[in-house]
Protein backbone atom coordinates (compact mmCIF):
# COMPACT_ATOMS: atom_id res chain seq x y z
CA UNK A 1 0.00 0.00 0.00
CA UNK A 2 1.68 3.43 -0.47
CA UNK A 3 0.96 6.60 0.93
CA UNK A 4 0.82 10.00 -0.58
CA UNK A 5 3.61 12.41 1.15
CA UNK A 6 4.91 15.42 1.88
CA UNK A 7 7.05 17.46 4.58
CA UNK A 8 5.74 20.55 6.09
CA UNK A 9 5.75 22.82 8.83
CA UNK A 10 2.45 23.09 10.30
CA UNK A 11 0.22 26.51 11.70
CA UNK A 12 -0.41 27.63 14.88
CA UNK A 13 -4.08 28.26 15.85
CA UNK A 14 -2.81 32.04 16.21
CA UNK A 15 -1.90 32.11 12.90
CA UNK A 16 -4.68 30.13 11.18
CA UNK A 17 -7.40 33.06 12.67
CA UNK A 18 -4.67 35.61 11.05
CA UNK A 19 -5.81 33.98 7.61
CA UNK A 20 -8.89 33.64 8.12
CA UNK A 21 -9.77 36.86 9.03
CA UNK A 22 -7.81 37.66 5.90
CA UNK A 23 -9.48 35.25 4.10
CA UNK A 24 -13.13 36.34 4.49
CA UNK A 25 -13.25 39.05 2.27
CA UNK A 26 -11.94 37.23 -0.77
CA UNK A 27 -14.01 34.67 -0.12
CA UNK A 28 -17.22 36.62 -0.66
CA UNK A 29 -15.85 38.63 -3.16
CA UNK A 30 -15.18 35.43 -5.04
CA UNK A 31 -17.49 33.24 -4.40
CA UNK A 32 -17.41 30.77 -7.29
CA UNK A 33 -14.28 29.85 -6.01
CA UNK A 34 -13.69 26.75 -4.08
CA UNK A 35 -11.49 27.57 -0.89
CA UNK A 36 -9.78 24.68 0.86
CA UNK A 37 -10.88 24.29 4.43
CA UNK A 38 -7.80 25.48 7.09
CA UNK A 39 -7.32 22.27 8.42
CA UNK A 40 -5.57 22.04 5.41
CA UNK A 41 -3.44 24.89 6.01
CA UNK A 42 0.69 24.16 5.93
CA UNK A 43 3.75 25.10 4.59
CA UNK A 44 5.49 22.67 2.27
CA UNK A 45 9.00 21.80 2.63
CA UNK A 46 9.22 19.03 -0.28
CA UNK A 47 6.25 16.89 -1.71
CA UNK A 48 7.19 13.31 -2.18
CA UNK A 49 4.45 11.54 -3.63
CA UNK A 50 3.51 8.28 -3.07
CA UNK A 51 5.48 6.03 -0.94
CA UNK A 52 5.80 2.75 -0.14
CA UNK A 53 6.51 1.47 3.60
CA UNK A 54 10.11 1.45 3.59
CA UNK A 55 10.31 4.38 1.87
CA UNK A 56 7.68 5.84 4.42
CA UNK A 57 10.22 4.64 7.06
CA UNK A 58 13.11 6.78 5.06
CA UNK A 59 11.22 9.72 5.09
CA UNK A 60 11.06 9.97 8.87
CA UNK A 61 14.35 9.04 8.43
CA UNK A 62 15.09 12.26 6.54
CA UNK A 63 12.90 14.72 8.58
CA UNK A 64 14.83 13.70 11.88
CA UNK A 65 18.18 14.15 10.05
CA UNK A 66 16.84 17.53 8.65
CA UNK A 67 15.71 18.58 11.81
CA UNK A 68 18.70 17.77 13.85
CA UNK A 69 20.52 20.46 11.04
CA UNK A 70 18.14 23.16 12.00
CA UNK A 71 18.04 25.61 14.94
CA UNK A 72 14.20 26.99 15.70
CA UNK A 73 12.83 30.02 14.04
CA UNK A 74 9.94 32.60 13.68
CA UNK A 75 7.92 33.13 10.69
CA UNK A 76 4.48 35.28 9.50
CA UNK A 77 2.00 34.72 7.07
CA UNK A 78 2.21 37.23 4.94
CA UNK A 79 0.03 39.02 2.29
CA UNK A 80 -1.90 37.56 -0.20
CA UNK A 81 -0.85 36.10 -3.44
CA UNK A 82 -1.85 33.81 -6.45
CA UNK A 83 0.34 31.82 -9.37
CA UNK A 84 -0.86 32.08 -12.83
CA UNK A 85 -2.31 35.09 -14.96
CA UNK A 86 -4.29 37.71 -12.95
CA UNK A 87 -7.53 37.04 -15.17
CA UNK A 88 -6.45 33.24 -14.69
CA UNK A 89 -4.88 32.15 -11.58
CA UNK A 90 -4.03 28.61 -10.39
CA UNK A 91 -3.54 28.90 -7.16
CA UNK A 92 -4.23 31.83 -4.32
CA UNK A 93 -2.12 31.79 -1.25
CA UNK A 94 -0.65 33.61 1.51
CA UNK A 95 2.78 34.46 1.53
CA UNK A 96 5.47 33.76 4.14
CA UNK A 97 7.41 36.27 6.17
CA UNK A 98 9.90 36.10 8.98
CA UNK A 99 13.13 34.42 9.15
CA UNK A 100 13.13 33.30 5.53
CA UNK A 101 17.19 32.53 5.65
CA UNK A 102 16.18 30.02 8.09
CA UNK A 103 13.21 28.38 6.49
CA UNK A 104 15.10 28.17 3.08
CA UNK A 105 17.79 26.63 5.20
CA UNK A 106 15.92 24.14 6.58
CA UNK A 107 14.45 23.24 2.96
CA UNK A 108 17.88 22.84 1.71
CA UNK A 109 18.05 20.05 4.69
CA UNK A 110 15.27 18.47 4.26
CA UNK A 111 16.02 18.31 0.21
CA UNK A 112 19.48 16.83 0.91
CA UNK A 113 18.29 14.35 3.16
CA UNK A 114 15.59 13.50 1.08
CA UNK A 115 17.93 12.77 -1.69
CA UNK A 116 20.62 11.10 0.72
CA UNK A 117 17.81 8.46 1.27
CA UNK A 118 16.72 7.86 -2.42
CA UNK A 119 13.44 9.15 -2.23
CA UNK A 120 11.55 10.54 -5.35
CA UNK A 121 11.02 14.61 -4.68
CA UNK A 122 9.00 16.61 -6.96
CA UNK A 123 11.53 19.11 -8.68
CA UNK A 124 11.08 22.77 -7.58
CA UNK A 125 12.79 25.17 -9.94
CA UNK A 126 12.78 27.43 -6.90
CA UNK A 127 11.22 27.07 -3.13
CA UNK A 128 8.31 29.44 -3.04
CA UNK A 129 6.77 29.08 0.43
CA UNK A 130 2.91 29.69 0.54
CA UNK A 131 0.09 28.84 2.05
CA UNK A 132 -2.65 27.68 -0.20
CA UNK A 133 -6.19 29.08 0.02
CA UNK A 134 -7.84 27.77 -2.95
CA UNK A 135 -6.78 25.91 -6.41
CA UNK A 136 -8.87 27.27 -9.53
CA UNK A 137 -9.94 25.95 -12.64
CA UNK A 138 -11.48 28.53 -14.65
CA UNK A 139 -10.56 32.06 -15.10
CA UNK A 140 -12.06 35.42 -13.43
CA UNK A 141 -14.54 37.34 -14.31
CA UNK A 142 -13.70 41.35 -14.40
CA UNK A 143 -14.93 42.12 -10.54
CA UNK A 144 -13.22 38.99 -9.44
CA UNK A 145 -10.08 39.99 -10.86
CA UNK A 146 -10.32 43.75 -9.00
CA UNK A 147 -11.17 41.82 -5.85
CA UNK A 148 -7.89 39.44 -5.98
CA UNK A 149 -5.93 42.77 -6.79
CA UNK A 150 -7.21 44.61 -4.14
CA UNK A 151 -6.70 41.77 -1.79
CA UNK A 152 -3.34 41.94 -2.94
CA UNK A 153 -2.58 44.96 -2.31
CA UNK A 154 -3.43 44.70 1.49
CA UNK A 155 0.27 44.00 3.39
CA UNK A 156 -0.49 42.97 6.88
CA UNK A 157 1.65 40.17 8.46
CA UNK A 158 0.14 37.69 10.99
CA UNK A 159 1.22 36.65 14.24
CA UNK A 160 4.76 35.32 14.90
CA UNK A 161 4.77 31.60 14.09
CA UNK A 162 7.31 29.41 15.64
CA UNK A 163 8.76 26.87 13.95
CA UNK A 164 10.14 24.26 15.94
CA UNK A 165 10.11 21.17 13.94
CA UNK A 166 9.14 19.20 10.97
CA UNK A 167 5.89 17.23 10.01
CA UNK A 168 5.63 14.34 7.93
CA UNK A 169 2.27 14.54 6.49
CA UNK A 170 -0.23 12.12 5.11
CA UNK A 171 -2.46 13.67 1.89
CA UNK A 172 -5.84 11.54 1.11
CA UNK A 173 -7.54 12.98 -1.88
CA UNK A 174 -10.94 12.76 -2.17
CA UNK A 175 -14.23 14.62 -3.96
CA UNK A 176 -14.80 16.52 -0.46
CA UNK A 177 -11.11 18.23 -0.46
CA UNK A 178 -7.73 16.81 0.99
CA UNK A 179 -7.10 15.55 4.44
CA UNK A 180 -3.64 15.97 5.98
CA UNK A 181 -2.80 13.65 8.94
CA UNK A 182 0.71 14.35 10.79
CA UNK A 183 2.48 11.12 10.70
CA UNK A 184 5.64 11.83 12.15
CA UNK A 185 6.93 14.94 13.64
CA UNK A 186 10.63 15.79 14.05
CA UNK A 187 12.03 18.24 16.43
CA UNK A 188 14.51 20.79 15.99
CA UNK A 189 17.90 20.41 17.43
Not at 49 to 68: E, K, N, P
Not at 76 to 99: M, Q
Not at 127 to 142: E, G, M, N, V
Request: no cysteine; hydrophobic share 45%; glycine share 6%.
Amino acid sequence: MSTRTFLAIELDDATRAFISAQMQPLQAALPRVRFVGSDTWHITLAFLGDLDDAQLTASFVAADAAAGASKPFTLRAGGIGSFGTEAAPRVIWIGVAGDRAALDATQTHVAQEIRSQGLPMRAEHHYSPHITLARLKQPLAPDEIAALRAARASQAHGPDLPVRGISVMRSQLSPAGARYTRMHYAPFA
